[in-house]
């Protein structure tokens, strides 16, 4: 056996391995001994049927497997001559490959690049105070109250904070909007629908929240809605001035409950002081999470750029592919139509590219410092993924663990993050750590 190694660039390589005459018609005879010994052939005891029967009878199935073999024995004869660490195999280029002859089996790969470890030791990461401002645990509770809220007519005019119920129909140019909106007809009229005056979280149709305001039940009026320059919803109204003649069927006005006995009881504590005690805590815990996650964020930052290694090109496509899919999914999901995607392919294309190549940034970084700190997942690790992954998917722990045996690439993906994250959670708590002045 002979390996030549090219260099395509600092990451990619290719592997030229020869095979002599012997050690190709070793492994052709090798599949040719376990197909004999596997197959069944009228008129034969198993493993008994001559071996130029078996070849005849079964030599699409016998070439394919003998192929197979060759490459992989060239693969690992390969990786093991050539000491290169490879982290992903690109391309085969196979040639021909037949018994009695050598062969010679062309690999592209891509390695491990050269990585010289920046500082990780004390970056510098500013995290927010956790103490809940009293302001903080009023608006939760404000928002607790809000969650119990009854809704009861009001005989007067709308104001922020009611709902209002209404139906619409809707114009442009003169026309109706029917025939602008296709399918999407809940944007050209509705007999019915709720929204909330001037709430915070904007209706369908942009800027309706606030015309509402002022109206009562029976009042008909023509209101004037801009959509923005870009409204992915219904891209044929984006920029363009619609006009939707509205008649209000009815006013609720929210009514909260009182900080009485029943809500405490609802709420699980006594009284107010026990009630404020309760969303204290639930706020300085989530102020460390968040906390937490801004310090990672922080310390992936620093560590990208400080990066100065090349990135290996079939790792940076598949992350591309993963943050492509993730976007367009969430998107769709929102309604943006396939053609906004076709738009803006270049810009995304783009886009993704450069966040792939920093999270395979980040990967090769993590890695190389659990090494260098001689990190390891353990079993405890595991057990606790397995135990909140069970408790997102709402899956049995046991059905988790029997699916990860089946699936050996999941298992050391999922092996593989843990490792990363344990890595990730080290450096920051090397982190130097400054917190911010509260705001006022």
Do not use: C
Not at 3 to 28: A, F, H, P
Not at 29 to 38: A, C, D, K, M, P
Not at 194 to 201: D, I, M, Q, S
């Amino acid at each position: 056996m002979n390996v030549q190694i090219n260099d395509i660039n600092e990451t990619r390589k290719t592997l030229t391995v020869s095979l002599d005459k012997s050690e190709v018609d070793g492994e052709y005879n090798t599949v040719l001994g376990e197909f004999s010994r596997q197959v069944r052939i009228p008129g034969f005891r198993p493993g008994k049927a001559p071996a130029a029967m078996v070849a005849k009878r079964f030599g699409k199935e016998l070439k394919e497997e003998f192929k197979h073999k060759v490459i992989g024995k060239a693969y690992r004869d390969g990786l093991d001559q050539s000491k290169l660490e490879v982290l992903s195999l690109v391309e085969v280029e196979e040639g021909a490959i037949e018994p009695g002859l050598s062969a010679a089996i062309k690999l592209t790969v891509d390695i491990r690049p050269e990585i010289k470890l920046p500082e990780y030791v004390g970056i510098e990461t500013e995290v927010q105070p956790t103490q809940p401002t009293d302001a903080e645990v009023d608006a939760v509770i404000e928002g607790l109250r809000a969650e119990r809220a009854d809704f009861k007519v009001a005989e007067r005019a709308a104001a922020k904070g009611d709902y209002v119920r209404f139906g619409y129909e809707g114009s442009l140019d003169g026309q109706p909007l029917a025939g602008v909106v296709g399918d999407k007809t809940i944007y050209a009229s509705a007999p019915q629908t709720w929204e909330e005056v001037e709430g915070a979280n904007e209706g369908l149709l942009p800027g309706m929240s606030k015309l509402l305001a002022g109206l009562k039940a029976g009042d008909k009026k023509t209101l004037e809605i801009s959509f923005p320059a870009e409204f992915p919803a219904v891209p044929a109204l984006a920029g363009k001035t619609a006009h939707y003649a509205v008649e209000v069927q009815e006013v609720r006005e929210r009514v909260l409950p009182p900080l009485d006995e029943d809500f405490f009881k609802a709420n699980q504590v006594d009284d107010l002081e026990g009630l404020k005690t309760q969303v204290r805590a639930n706020l300085a815990m989530r102020k460390e999470y968040e906390n937490r996650a801004g310090q990672r964020r922080q310390v992936t930052d620093a560590l990208v750029a400080r990066a100065t290694f090349p990135v290996p090109e079939s790792l940076v496509a598949s992350e591309r592919d993963g943050v492509l899919r993730q976007f367009i999914e969430e998107n769709m999901r929102r309604g943006v139509p396939q053609e906004q995607f076709e738009q803006n392919k270049k810009q995304l294309y783009e886009s993704a590219t450069n966040a792939a190549v920093s999270r395979v940034k980040v990967q090769l970084l993590l890695a190389k410092i659990a090494e260098a700190e001689k990190l390891k997942v353990d079993e405890k690790d595991f057990n606790s993924w397995v135990m909140r992954e069970s408790m997102r998917s709402s899956q049995r722990p046991e059905k988790l663990i029997k699916d990860l045996g089946k699936d050996r690439d999941q298992l050391r993906a999922v092996q593989q993050q843990l490792l990363f994250d344990k890595a990730l959670d080290f450096i920051v708590s090397k982190a130097t750590v400054k917190t911010a002045t509260a705001k006022a």
